[in-house]
């Protein structure tokens, strides 16, 4: 993708809007008899979901998402929603990281809608993104959970491509996360990241200059139970890995776990020792290919 490789200049002519990408996706899952069946699928532009046997496990469905694209840059936008219908049991992934490439000036949009019914189990866990120098992002997720149903968001984020030794130093990241149980607002939280990126970022009350981290949010009735399990994983207080932080809290039916690293590898290991404490979803068979 050569197109990386560029001067960045929001000057010079941006890409036609034909050419931009613009991609939607609707999954729906069924609860039926103890089992989770596939609903309503409808796929438009770059957006794709397959179903793979091989991710089955018990009674739960596993869909992955698959950008066609190859990734996301200025002036493209994706549009998912996924809906897990009363019973039904539901975990979505993502083929791959998905990458966001420098911008021309154009905000690249993304959108995700969720919705977890009566006793229904939803499991939003994608693997990465990663967010190229130079980028902009405009990323919104809401969701809406019945109280006696569950929901897991897993949500990754690189800030450059580390392994290059690249550095998110300039262009936009704009995140927002709205969470509703029972039609109220429970959980709100946003990211801005714009201006001079790399000083924000190496300030030690920021990031201190590591360059990954990510949010899990398990919302159901039983979430405060696993808070002393998710801490003992992750090894806190005092027991941390080399080149990770980690908090987490719990409240109001809720647990939250917040983790930094210095990279994408010591982000992973975490983020899989927490999916396993938790004890209400497995790692999607894909990020193991």
């Known amino acids: 993708m050569f197109a990386t490789e560029l001067p960045f200049e929001p000057a010079a002519a941006s890409i036609p809007v034909e050419r931009r990408g613009h991609g939607r996706l609707t999954v729906e899952a069924l609860g039926q008899d103890g089992r989770t069946l596939r609903g309503q699928v409808e796929e438009a532009g770059f957006a794709r979901v397959r179903f793979p046997r091989s991710g089955r496990r018990g009674a739960a469905l596993e869909a992955v998402l698959i950008n066609t694209g190859g990734g996301l840059t200025g002036g493209d936008s994706s549009q998912t929603i996924i809906r897990a219908a009363s019973s039904a049991q539901l975990v979505v992934t993502t083929q791959a990281a998905e990458k966001v490439y420098r911008s021309d000036g154009a905000l690249t949009r993304i959108a995700v809608d969720l919705v977890s019914e009566a006793n229904a189990s939803l499991g939003?866990?994608?693997?990465?993104?990663?967010?190229?120098?130079?980028?902009?992002v405009e990323r919104s997720i809401t969701a809406d959970v019945a109280p006696d149903a569950r929901l897991l968001l897993v949500e990754p984020v690189i800030?450059?491509?580390?392994?290059?030794?690249?550095r998110f130093?300039?262009?936009?990241?704009?995140?927002?996360?709205?969470i509703r149980r029972g039609g109220r607002l429970v959980y709100a939280d946003g990211l801005q990241l714009d201006g001079d990126i790399s000083g924000l970022l190496d300030r030690r009350a920021s990031?201190?200059?590591?360059?990954?981290?990510?949010t899990l949010l398990l919302v159901a009735p039983d979430a405060e139970?696993?808070?002393?399990?998710?801490?003992?994983?992750?090894?806190?207080?005092?027991a941390l890995a080399d080149h990770?932080?980690?908090?987490?809290s719990a409240w109001d039916g809720m647990l939250s776990v917040r983790l930094l690293a210095r990279d994408g590898a010591p982000l992973e290991v975490a983020i899989r020792r927490a999916i396993a404490a938790l004890g209400v979803a497995e790692v999607p068979r894909i990020w193991h290919s």
């Open 124 to 136: 939003w866990m994608p693997q990465a993104t990663i967010v190229f120098d130079g980028a902009r």
């Open 159 to 166: 800030l450059g491509r580390t392994a290059r030794g690249e």
């Open 169 to 178: 130093s300039y262009g936009q990241l704009h995140d927002s996360w709205r």
């Open 207 to 214: 990031a201190g200059g590591w360059a990954a981290f990510a």
């Open 225 to 238: 139970s696993r808070l002393e399990a998710v801490r003992a994983a992750l090894g806190l207080p005092d």
């Open 244 to 248: 990770l932080d980690a908090g987490v």
